[in-house]
């Protein structure tokens, strides 16, 4: 079992920025890649961004490219989700995402359906006020 906890989440001006964490405990962090999905009430959980376990492997939703970067620690078992110029539409709760590499730990950058993620976090929620 992968246990997955995010951290820093909060309040923040618009165009401001926020790093959120996701820290792994339990069953070894090796192996998965990781990943960030949010949710809005009443709306289906979307991707945000995927890494890779080696970590060269990144794979981002268009609508964040240039604002957003995910970036992995495995010494620290830890994922990241760095977000910059935030908007207030971007007030939603973030959910840490690892799945299984299944050997391909440095091409395999995660399921971008939120279906096919085999563990998550409890979700952090990002609020941008305009």
């Known amino acids: 079992q992968v246990q997955l906890v995010e951290s820093g989440g909060g309040l923040v001006q618009a165009g401001g920025s926020l790093r959120l964490a996701c820290a792994t405990s339990?069953?070894?962090?090796?192996?998965?890649?990781m990943g960030w999905f949010r949710q809005a009430p009443g709306k289906e959980r979307e991707f945000v961004a995927t890494?890779?376990?080696?970590?060269?492997?990144?794979s981002l939703a268009d609508s964040v490219k240039g604002r957003f970067t995910i970036s992995r620690d495995n010494a620290k078992n830890t994922v990241y989700l760095q977000m910059n110029s935030l908007k207030p539409e971007y007030t939603v709760a973030y959910y840490c995402?690892?799945?299984?590499?299944?050997?391909?730990?440095?091409?395999?950058?995660?399921?971008?359906?939120?279906?096919?993620?085999?563990?998550w976090g409890q979700g952090t929620q990002v609020t941008v006020s305009s």
């Open positions: 995402a690892a799945t299984n590499s299944r050997g391909s730990y440095y091409s395999f950058t995660g399921p971008r359906n939120p279906q096919d993620v085999d563990y």
């Open positions: 339990g069953r070894t962090f090796s192996g998965y890649a």
């Open positions: 890494i890779s376990w080696g970590g060269g492997s990144t």
